[in-house]
């Protein structure tokens, strides 16, 4: 099935991304159901295209209940440690932390991926510690702005009733 899926040049591949990504809006991912190993040994037979594929699609973390926060699934160290590239593995992997749909404050859910961030096992592959905190300060620098802007509107929205 996810030689199917992923099959064809890169544009092709790009879509089923898309496809997948559109799909867990209804809370579900469809390749959950998908072993860690059966992914792995799928992203060994072609790990320059399949490993950042992976990050894409595959579920990276998730929360046993409403109350907890987001916890890493294994998948992600793995990738991590097995792909030729995994710069481009934490590129995805950061890209999936942004949320697609919240209630509440874009900031505080924003805080909460932060947060997930700072707990990615990166291990010692060359050059990653560094794209890592990278991410983290741009994440930073988007939290404190989407404070910025929500404060913004709570004062415009509060004056009005005034």
Known sequence: MLDELFSGDEKSRKESVRLLTNLTRFNKNT????????????????????Y????A????????????????TDLPRQLLERAPEPRLVLNEIVHRL???????SLAS??????????EL????????SAALEEAKDVLRKQIHEQRRRETQEDKARNSRFE
């Open 31 to 50: 390749l959950d159901g998908v072993p860690g190993d059966v992914v792995l040994n799928w992203c060994s037979v072609d790990p320059g295209a399949r």
């Open 109 to 118: 859910k924003l805080e909460t991926r932060l947060k997930l961030l700072e």
């Open 98 to 104: 942004r949320p697609t749909s919240w209630s509440g």
């Open 57 to 72: 699609c595959m579920t990276l973390f998730r929360r046993a209940n409403d109350r907890e926060p987001h916890a890493w």
């Open 121 to 128: 096992p990166v291990g010692n592959a060359p050059g990653l």
């Open 52 to 55: 950042p594929i992976a990050a």
